[in-house]
């Protein structure tokens, strides 16, 4: 018996050692070349971006380290700033003792300075191509490449770079083949997924820190500011100053994100862009030197509450149409002003912030399916997308909380319609808004001027009167208003 329960208690061990999944599957990366015309990254196979979902003990990241890091290099730059107030200085002192003390010290002033920098990169392609972030390298007048197992530098040649996802492409020649980083799929990652930062923070060569996915799809935390695509892996990896452009690893040691931002108030706080939204650019990125985008032709904001309750909608999801560009790709299919864009090409579009980047990646003269929400019923349109201009206006922010109405309007006078490119005769002027008023609190400002209320032209004083009149106490009370250069959508209950 004794003899049987020691086999017993060894089969058993045996199992829970079988059982338990291996530590870390590690993908050595390869030579890759361009592969399929402009791609030149080379993807992992498909069973290591399959790793299984079960509980994995780690003993060590040391082996996914030793094959990820010789693709991984560091970034130093340099800028020139010219300063407006150089150069030689008139003395006010003819003599004494504050004549030596001004031409010391005052007399002459640099008439340019230079900054110099450090962030991180990593290679995707044998012949020397780089990714890493445009914040690092934009401006710079020399950007200089560190490689790790010789300690080499080289000039880079910067490729193309694109502000608005902050996603650079450089190239370095070496006159070998460089090991490379594959590229991963950042859409099959999970919170609570392990992850790995390598970089050059704070100019510590190739300093290793490890976390978790913290959260997927953040596209509140803006950077560059308004007017980027933003759609960030949130991580716990800590992540400095230096780590920028720096690769974010899955466990199997696959480039999963582009290491990018900071919360600086915070403790690791960090934030990367998705791979697989550098793959959707690198290929123009090399082409054109920049990004070539596709443009639907509208200006669009959240929808609110307030503003699903007056549009009849039954939540409030979609991307509001505030203002739809004179014969752009939208006006000529139909599109409106009001319309809600509930899908765009078959995908929903549960919050503002999922159109723009769905738009801009459909391809230029791409006839895209755009299904909106009006008058009630859901209707589709065919639309031929344009190329996105130059600074083209895609979204406003989202009007604050409504609680009041205490406004009083003019007419709009000629001058100021014509700074804001409206038509003469069209809305009215809000001269002043109560500061405790629904209106306030929903976010009209002094200046605005309203065009519509719930649909009707508001095009006097007096049909102003008449379109609030018409709505019915307790009722939804929708505004639309010129601000700037842009419409937006403000709503609130009327008391």
Known sequence: MKTLSRIAVVLVGLAVLLAVPVAVHMYL?????????????????????????????????AELVKKASPAVVNISFERTFSMPWGG???????????????????GEMPREFKNKGLGSGFIINPEGYVVTNNHVIEKADRVVVKLKDDDREFVAKVIGRDPKTDVALIKIDVGKALPVLPLGDSDKMEVGDWVVAIGNPLGLSHT?????????????????????????????????????????????????????AIAGDAQNIGFAIPINMVKTIIPSLREHGKVVRSWLGVQIQPVSEELADSFGMKKAEGALISEVVTDGPAEKAGVKPGDVILEFNGKRIARADDLPWLASNAGVGADATVKVFR?????????????LPEGAAKAVGAPGKSEGIGVTVRSVPADVASGLRLKSGKGVLVSNVDDDSRAAAAGLQLGDVILKINDRETNSPGEFTGALGAVKKGAIVRMLVRRGEGNVFLAFKKE
């Open 88 to 106: 030689k200085r008139v003395n006010p002192f003819g003599g004494g003792p504050f004549h030596d003390f001004f031409e010391r010290y005052f």
């Open 375 to 387: 008058d009630g019923k859901e209707k589709e349109f065919k639309v031929r997308l344009g190329e």
């Open 29 to 61: 990366p390869g030579v890759a070349g361009a592969q399929g015309g402009a791609k030149i990254w080379k993807d992992s196979d498909s069973k290591a971006a399959d790793p299984p979902k079960q509980a994995v003990v780690i003993s060590s990241f």
């Open 208 to 260: 290793v820190t490890k976390g978790i996915v913290s959260f997927k799809g953040r596209k509140e935390i803006r950077p560059g500011g308004p007017g980027g695509y933003y759609d960030f892996i949130q991580t716990d990896a800590p992540i400095n100053p230096g780590n920028s452009g720096g690769p974010l690893l899955n466990i199997q040691g696959e480039v999963i994100g582009v290491n990018d």
